[in-house]
């Protein structure tokens, strides 16, 4: 994973790159490290997180430079392992986002050649190695060296006796920014925001030469164009706006993220594709998965298509028989995984469509068509209203088949979702926060949103969580509930009410207490359980969506009682980009 920053221009480049790591910091951040060309290649390197103005790093002189935020794959999160990492003379930086397949050999290489290694990572090879080309001509030596590098990369490399950058891409995500005077590069365009709109999305074996206002792309060699893209978001969308956390501000944008993807549509050559499909595949990842769950449930019982939902993780090594429509759904376009599945079908001739919240991403590249969502940056490492906009493009999907009979549930489901913002679930907080172990269950599309309540409740808060179809939890998990073991049941008025609630007597006649969530003037309920919160009364489509919410803000609630890094839990990062 990790995030890379760089900029050459007029303005001192160490406060340009440490605010830029510090947007990408979802990306990874167990080290960070900036390197500027002052006299000579200066450099500041840290274990753990970005601290607002340190002073030794915002003390580095220079208007050109890189950064680095780290998820560490090769070597210990400590500072020799942070980036930049350097030639042998400290007169080469490099910053990479990626992995090196075949860095042990190039290193064992160099090592015979005489090159002293100081960090255990992959990517110092790429310094020793461009150190051995580097005769004055950085962009040659880069150029010379790529070709030796198996792997993924997206690179940045100065040298200490130019005012320039070369940077590289290949699987690995790169955008650059363009301003008057200065060009921006990094490893998506939330650091961007603040300085310019004009962004250019670098393709794979793109190398690129930035100097203070003025860039060139090649491609195999030859000087390339590219276009310049409008971003659509603005920076203020990237603070936090008063709120405490970034997710608990995401939480409360989920009525626009989810109104304002419903309201963008769909365009014709996607709506062709969806009505086309006889059949639709989707591969996702995390809190994606679990939407394409919801999406499968939905689409099989109210409009007959068969679904099947692939976890990108699996769909590389063991991939099904493939037939119609595949669709990637990932917020961030980057997630190797959903990347490599896209990629085989492909291969396989399956028409493709990206679902994405990141304009410019992997799979856009990749798919036929794309349909962004509209979440806006999403920072908090917990996937939530980007959850919000992946059902909302999802059921978009839903309705087209359905000839449009969810228009006015989906019109007015924002409203719904801002109710529940206020509902008070203080009761359901203090239990959860008290306990080690605690069940979700579900039956049909709340079965997805239980696995995914679990999910935000084990990654924010660390309390051990599983979502359970709920008719499976006797079948093991009974062993064990205890008066310590609380379950959250999701019974909402349909089908499956009965057989829920006889499930949730089952649960509470072993003791163990029950949080429902089910809609507001249920009289049932509320006597059978200990703990009730009410979610509107409204169509299944929009107590699905509100129902999530609900398992959001108990998570998050949980993970602050608890004193939880809320935005930034242990050993996760936000975009996974390596297998
Ligand atoms: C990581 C994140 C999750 C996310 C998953 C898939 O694991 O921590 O929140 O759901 O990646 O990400 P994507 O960008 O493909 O939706």
């Given at each position: 994973?990790?995030?890379?920053?760089?900029?050459?221009?007029?303005?001192?480049?160490?406060?340009?790159?440490?605010?830029?790591?510090?947007?990408?910091?979802?990306?990874?951040?167990?080290?960070?490290?900036?390197?500027?060309?002052?006299?000579?290649?200066?450099?500041?390197?840290?274990?753990?997180?970005?601290?607002?103005?340190?002073?030794?790093?915002?003390?580095?002189?220079?208007?050109?430079?890189?950064?680095?935020?780290?998820?560490?794959?090769?070597?210990?999160?400590?500072?020799?392992?942070?980036?930049?990492?350097?030639?042998?003379?400290?007169?080469?930086?490099?910053?990479?986002?990626?992995?090196?397949?075949?860095?042990?050999?190039?290193?064992?290489?160099?090592?015979?050649?005489?090159?002293?290694?100081?960090?255990?990572?992959?990517?110092?090879?790429?310094?020793?190695?461009?150190?051995?080309?580097?005769?004055?001509?950085?962009?040659?030596?880069?150029?010379?060296?790529?070709?030796?590098?198996?792997?993924?990369?997206?690179?940045?490399?100065?040298?200490?006796?130019?005012?320039?950058?070369?940077?590289?891409?290949?699987?690995?995500?790169?955008?650059?920014?363009?301003?008057?005077?200065?060009?921006?590069?990094?490893?998506?365009?939330?650091?961007?925001?603040?300085?310019?709109?004009?962004?250019?999305?670098?393709?794979?074996?793109?190398?690129?030469?930035?100097?203070?206002?003025?860039?060139?792309?090649?491609?195999?060699?030859?000087?390339?164009?590219?276009?310049?893209?409008?971003?659509?978001?603005?920076?203020?969308?990237?603070?936090?706006?008063?709120?405490?956390?970034?997710?608990?501000?995401?939480?409360?944008?989920?009525?626009?993220?989810?109104?304002?993807?419903?309201?963008?549509?769909?365009?014709?050559?996607?709506?062709?594709?969806?009505?086309?499909?006889?059949?639709?595949t989707l591969v996702a990842c995390g809190t994606s998965y679990h939407t394409a769950l919801v999406f499968k449930?939905?689409?099989?019982?109210?409009?007959?298509?068969?679904?099947?939902v692939e976890m990108g993780s699996?769909f590389?090594?063991?991939?099904?028989?493939?037939?119609?429509?595949?669709i990637a759904v990932s917020q961030?376009?980057?997630t190797?995984d959903t990347?490599?599945a896209l990629?085989?079908?492909?291969?396989?001739?399956?028409?493709?469509?990206a679902i994405t919240?990141?304009?410019?991403?992997?799979v856009?590249?990749?798919?036929?068509?794309?349909?962004?969502?509209?979440?806006?940056?999403?920072?908090?490492?917990?996937a939530?209203?980007?959850y919000?906009?992946q059902?909302?493009?999802l059921?978009?999907?839903?309705?087209?088949?359905?000839?449009?009979?969810?228009?006015?549930?989906?019109?007015?489901?924002?409203?719904?979702?801002?109710?529940?913002?206020?509902?008070?679930?203080?009761?359901?907080?203090?239990?959860?926060?008290?306990?080690?172990?605690?069940?979700?269950?579900?039956?049909?599309?709340?079965?997805?949103?239980?696995?995914?309540?679990?999910?935000?409740?084990?990654?924010?808060?660390?309390?051990?969580?599983?979502?359970?179809?709920?008719?499976?939890?006797?079948?093991?998990?009974?062993?064990?509930?205890?008066?310590?073991?609380?379950?959250?049941?999701?019974?909402?008025?349909?089908?499956?009410?009965?057989?829920?609630?006889?499930?949730?007597?089952?649960?509470?006649?072993?003791?163990?207490?029950?949080?429902?969530?089910?809609?507001?003037?249920?009289?049932?309920?509320?006597?059978?359980?200990?703990?009730?919160?009410?979610?509107?009364?409204?169509?299944?489509?929009?107590?699905?969506?509100?129902?999530?919410?609900?398992?959001?803000?108990?998570?998050?609630?949980?993970?602050?009682?608890?004193?939880?890094?809320?935005?930034?839990?242990?050993?996760?990062?936000?975009?996974?980009?390596?297998?």
């Amino acid at each position: 994973m990790c995030g890379i920053v760089g900029y050459t221009g007029r303005r001192d480049a160490a406060p340009v790159l440490l605010g830029g790591l510090k947007r990408l910091e979802y990306r990874g951040y167990d080290s960070f490290g900036i390197a500027t060309v002052g006299s000579a290649i200066e450099v500041y390197k840290k274990a753990g997180r970005i601290p607002d103005g340190d002073p030794g790093a915002v003390g580095l002189v220079g208007c050109t430079g890189i950064g680095h935020t780290r998820w560490a794959t090769h070597g210990e999160p400590n500072e020799i392992n942070a980036h930049p990492h350097m030639d042998c003379e400290g007169k080469i930086a490099v910053v990479h986002n990626g992995v090196i397949e075949n860095y042990a050999e190039l290193k064992r290489h160099l090592q015979e050649r005489g090159h002293t290694f100081r960090s255990e990572t992959d990517t110092e090879v790429i310094a020793h190695l461009i150190e051995e080309k580097y005769d004055g001509d950085l962009l040659a030596a880069v150029n010379a060296v790529l070709p030796l590098l198996q792997g993924s990369y997206a690179i940045l490399v100065i040298a200490g006796d130019t005012q320039r950058i070369v940077a590289a891409r290949d699987a690995s995500p790169l955008v650059l920014g363009i301003g008057d005077d200065e060009v921006f590069a990094a490893s998506d365009m939330t650091p961007l925001l603040e300085y310019t709109e004009r962004v250019i999305f670098l393709e794979d074996g793109d190398v690129a030469d930035l100097m203070p206002g003025r860039y060139t792309i090649y491609h195999g060699g030859l000087e390339v164009e590219r276009p310049i893209e409008l971003i659509n978001w603005c920076f203020e969308d990237t603070r936090k706006g008063g709120f405490p956390h970034y997710m608990l501000k995401e939480i409360y944008e989920q009525p626009q993220s989810f109104y304002e993807t419903i309201r963008a549509g769909i365009d014709e050559h996607v709506r062709r594709m969806v009505m086309e499909a006889d059949e639709i595949t989707l591969v996702a990842c995390g809190t994606s998965y679990h939407t394409a769950l919801v999406f499968k449930y939905l689409a099989e019982s109210l409009c007959g298509i068969p679904v099947r939902v692939e976890m990108g993780s699996e769909f590389k090594y063991f991939t099904p028989p493939l037939r119609g429509l595949v669709i990637a759904v990932s917020q961030s376009g980057e997630t190797a995984d959903t990347i490599a599945a896209l990629k085989m079908a492909k291969a396989r001739n399956c028409p493709t469509l990206a679902i994405t919240n990141m304009q410019g991403s992997t799979v856009t590249r990749i798919a036929d068509e794309t349909l962004l969502m509209r979440a806006g940056p999403e920072i908090g490492v917990a996937a939530t209203k980007s959850y919000m906009a992946q059902l909302a493009a999802l059921m978009e999907i839903l309705n087209i088949r359905c000839d449009g009979e969810f228009d006015d549930a989906l019109s007015h489901a924002h409203l719904a979702i801002g109710d529940v913002l206020l509902l008070d679930i203080q009761d359901a907080v203090d239990l959860c926060s008290k306990v080690e172990h605690v069940f979700f269950v579900g039956r049909g599309p709340f079965y997805p949103v239980a696995m995914e309540g679990a999910l935000k409740m084990k990654e924010i808060s660390y309390v051990h969580a599983e979502g359970y179809a709920a008719g499976e939890l006797k079948h093991g998990p009974f062993a064990l509930l205890t008066p310590e073991t609380p379950v959250v049941a999701i019974c909402t008025p349909g089908p499956t009410y009965g057989v829920m609630a006889s499930n949730i007597k089952e649960i509470k006649a072993r003791r163990a207490p029950v949080i429902a969530v089910g809609v507001a003037g249920d009289i049932e309920l509320p006597e059978i359980v200990d703990i009730f919160i009410p979610i509107p009364n409204t169509h299944l489509l929009v107590q699905v969506l509100t129902a999530s919410v609900v398992l959001q803000l108990l998570a998050y609630h949980t993970a602050c009682a608890l004193n939880r890094d809320v935005d930034k839990p242990r050993n996760l990062a936000k975009s996974v980009t390596v297998e």
